[in-house]
């Protein structure tokens, strides 16, 4: 039987360069553009920015104290804590969510590597048309599509099996400074099109009149979503902290890394959108299909630079992927080693088996298998929807209520002051509300607004 050592985290630097790749993924350089600009720009931006504030931040935070104080697993961290209570049975649903997330989350990631080959050999050039043909083509192909998740899964792979400060760490200090820049070359090109001040006013000039109940809620909702709340990430890193990681900091650093993230991805979109006179709300399809269209149009003029641009914004794009689904991946990775007291190797390599076979089976749904429906949906709908309308909202609910209700304050207090070494009672006392009451009754509307109950 191996002997199971307790992984850390390296440096403060790791820490928050891993758990922002956490944060950084799809939702901030493909979901926040499409919403912001289905949203009104600029109003929607300072709308969510309140509500990382008021929401994401609490809720990190929470997940923070879970996951350093059981310094185990996901489904352990909160047994820990719950005393062997009904209240355990959330870190098994935060578990299974992450891991379901990282079987569908596989096949988009997926998705960014065909684009970003596609790019390299100059296959996305042609009218709208074309490209709108080629994105269907290939999501309905049955062997692409699987192809790239297995490629994208194992990458992921060989990361985690490194372990925490040789896989994850090392990573997350290599990736996350690369895809910085990616964005800043991006942005800097973007900015520099005629008509870009346009889709930066968009950005940055707020029309109050475009503020209505939806806006906020959905802005709500994306600030749940881009920071990986309640899908086993945060708390199954947080594990991982030294007892001299100050939360309340790192979790603002974070979600700043995280908004400084899909604010470039809306300056590197927009301006070169309104270049071209392309509406800013096109919606979901707004990167593989929208978007490589606008790279053409907007920088095709110059010799190779829209080819440039279009392989540098697909690199970052897949870059993004891979670090969420580094940390996707870890949460079942850590349970099955923990729990069957298995090797790390051993348990990364039979989660990674097992996602890339619900990955293929997700993929086909959206091809050969897309008339094989369960609730009426297809597998690959299936489970974005039982994830992310049932499972997210309904472990962050439960993660509040047990954090403000259920647990000691005098635990909660501890680690969120780092056993009182920190001098901010005042700020505890004002977590703790927003955790008891705020938290709460945001992701309750949101839940019950998704469903058209709001």
Known sequence: MAKLERAGFGSKVGIILATAGSAVGLGNIWRFPYMAGQNGGAVFIMIYVFCVLLLGIPCMISEFIIGRHGKANTARAYSK?????????IGYMGVLTGFLISSYYAVVSGWC??????SLLGKLQGDSAYIS????TFSQDPVKPVFWTFIILLATFLIIENGVRDGIERASKLMMPT??????IIVGASCMLPNAQKGIEFLFKPDFTKITGDVFLGALGQSFYSMSIAMGCICTYASYFSKHTKLPNSAVQIGLIDFLVALLAGLVIFPAAFSVGVSPDSGPSLIFITLPNVFQQAFGSIPFLGYGISVLFYALLSMAALTSLMSLHEVSTAFLHEEMRISRKQAALIVSVMCMILGAVCSLSLGPWHDKLFFGRTVFDLFDFTTGQLFLPIVGFLTCIFIGWFVPHKVVREEFTNWGTLRNVGLFHFYLFLVKYVCPICILFIFLHQFGLL
Do not use: N, R
Not at 113 to 118: F, Q
Not at 179 to 184: M, Q, R, V, Y
């Open 81 to 89: 804590l719950a005393g062997g209570s009904m209240w355990s049975l």
């Open 113 to 118: 590597l065909e684009y970003m080959w596609a």
């Open 133 to 136: 043909t080629y994105f269907s």
């Open 179 to 184: 895809l910085f820049i990616l964005l800043l």
